[in-house]
């Protein structure tokens, strides 16, 4: 059982900055590929980033966020800077376990576990 806490939500006017921490639980967490993805209110869920287990992939669907993890800490990071109002979404981390950990996932149904989430909101 692999455990997921999301961290670093909250409101911001558009153009600023966040930065969202995962953090996982797990002694093989670097074996782990991790994702960022995000759902709207009466939308679906929809890919924002992903990370292989070693940090040597990465893939972003905007050119604003840029996924990163410290394996030493068991930690994934998003960084999203120029934010907008239609960024505003409930943010989850992903993790899956049982792939190649040089590959990077970009559908939802790939990943294993999830957190529960954290609140984006960005004013305009």
């Known amino acids: 059982q692999v455990q997921l806490v999301e961290s670093g939500g909250g409101l911001v006017q558009a153009g600023g900055s966040l930065r969202l921490s995962c953090a996982a639980s797990g002694r093989t967490f670097s074996r782990y590929a991790m994702g960022w993805f995000r759902q709207a209110p009466g939308k679906e869920r929809e890919f924002v980033a992903a990370?292989?287990?070693?940090?040597g992939g990465t893939a972003s669907a905007e050119g604003r966020f840029s996924i990163s993890r410290d394996n030493a800490k068991n930690t994934v990071l998003l960084q999203m800077n120029s934010l907008k109002p239609e960024d505003t979404a409930v943010y989850y981390c992903?993790?899956?376990?049982?792939?190649?950990?040089?590959?990077?996932?970009?559908?939802?149904?790939?990943?294993?576990?999830w957190g529960q989430g954290t609140q984006v909101t960005v004013s305009s």
């Open positions: 990370i292989s287990g070693s940090g």
């Open positions: 992903a993790a899956e376990l049982y792939g190649s950990s040089g590959r990077i996932y970009q559908r939802a149904h790939e990943y294993d576990y």
